[in-house]
């Protein structure tokens, strides 16, 4: 869906991690509406970029669930204020594969929120819920990749069909990497690649035992193929990437022929733009109230890992406080002449009017 060069709302969350999900709940609670940014092209934040299948056992109320369980659970909690259109089937307050770069203040209090793909979004309260920072893939470091189009590293739905038939070369020895041998491997043959050829600079991986068994077995059967090297060069023409020049451990270059390459070597999060916000930091986290969760610049607050306050502690849970003190702040700020009464959503019907349930469900 096209959107408008300029939308406004209510709020902006910077962030779909489990705390900038749960933040849009909570706003949305008190008649908020948010938007949500992140440069991740899924939401859940460290909880699905760096353990998706992990177990999480500290969580209120919830034993045991996977990072990606609980990514799914906030999203799911938060859709009453993230409404899907029927006609898309996508939620346009969700914008995914964005960077936030900037944020400025207009003279009439209000922010704008401007991301590199260049959505602008005008609002009154921003969310900065940025946890390590953004999460970018690591590269190859291979100047001659640069805007080739078929260097990938996400491994979302309209790559892996475009991988269909085609010689994909995966590079990576962790848990990504291995994890994407195998998604390729189990897809149906008709929507299968061609060929796959993993490619790693040694013949150890560092990934779960289990995940390292599976491939294993795959380079046994000859289902997948194993380079061991490391990448200097890249052959490009019209644009795509044809070969990669890989130096073996013998000392002797060789090209490595490929349709698509899928780079798959890891997160790492960059402070980046966030850094020239203006926001007060101490070595790199936001400081802010531990009452409100504002930080420097009234009406920009900072939840989760992002922020650092007094006895700040880097867990789910804490994050979560945080978000719904801060929803109550803004809420506060932004309409002070309205009580500001403590609802519950048991037994108030103006949550469940807000929350799209019937009475007393
Ligand atoms: C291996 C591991 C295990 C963990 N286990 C537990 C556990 O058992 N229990 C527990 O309580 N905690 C655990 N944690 C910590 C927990 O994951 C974090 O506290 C939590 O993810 C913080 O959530 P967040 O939303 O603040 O930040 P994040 O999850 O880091 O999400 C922040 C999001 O903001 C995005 N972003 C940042 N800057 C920008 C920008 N400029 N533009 C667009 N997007 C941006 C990032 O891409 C990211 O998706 C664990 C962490 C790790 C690494």
């Known amino acids: 869906m096209s959107m408008p060069s300029m939308v406004d709302s209510d709020a902006v969350v910077i962030g779909a991690g489990p705390v900038g999900l749960f933040q ?96 602008r979004l005008r609002a009154r309260a921003v969310f900065v819920a940025a946890g390590a920072g953004a999460f970018v893939p690591r590269t190859l470091n291979l100047p001659a990749l640069d805007g080739a189009v078929n260097v990938h590293y996400h491994l979302d739905d309209a790559t892996v069909a475009s991988l269909s038939g085609q010689h994909v070369v995966i590079s990576g020895g962790g848990d990504e990497a291995l994890g994407a041998v195998l998604a390729l491997a ?67 270059a060789r090209d490595v022929p490929l349709d698509h390459l899928l780079v798959r070597q890891g997160m790492s999060p960059k402070l980046g733009p966030l850094s020239q916000w203006g926001l007060s930091l101490e070595r790199k986290q936001v400081s802010v109230s531990a009452a409100t969760f504002e930080s420097s610049t009234p009406g920009i607050y900072a939840v989760g890992d992002i922020n650092t306050y007094p006895g700040k502690k880097r867990l789910l849970l804490c994050g979560f406080h945080e978000a719904t003190l801060a929803a109550h702040a803004a809420a506060a700020a932004l309409n002070p002449e309205a009580p500001q009464h403590l609802l519950y959503t048991t037994t108030s019907p103006l949550l469940h009017q807000r929350l799209g349930v019937h009475q007393g469900h």
């Open 186 to 252: 189990a897809l149906p043959a008709d929507r299968r690649p061609h060929a796959v050829t993993l490619l790693h600079r040694r013949d150890q991986f560092q990934a779960e035992q289990e995940l390292d068994a599976q491939v294993r077995s795959l380079l046994a059967s000859q289902q997948v193929s194993l380079v061991v090297g490391m990448p200097t060069d890249a052959v490009v023409q019209d644009g795509r990437v044809t070969a990669l020049s890989v130096l073996g451990p013998d000392s002797v």
């Open 24 to 119: 849009v709940f909570q706003l949305g609670l008190l008649g908020l509406k948010a938007h949500l940014i992140d440069v991740l092209p899924a939401v859940g934040g460290q909880c699905v970029a760096l353990y998706p299948d992990k177990p999480i056992y500290d969580v209120p109320g919830v034993p045991l669930c996977t990072g990606r369980e609980l990514a799914q659970l906030l999203l799911a909690q938060a859709r009453p204020f993230l409404p899907l259109d029927p006609v898309s089937g996508g939620c346009d307050q969700i914008h995914l594969g964005q960077l936030v770069s900037q944020i400025e203040a207009e003279a009439d209090g209000r922010f704008v929120v401007e991301t590199d793909r260049g959505l």
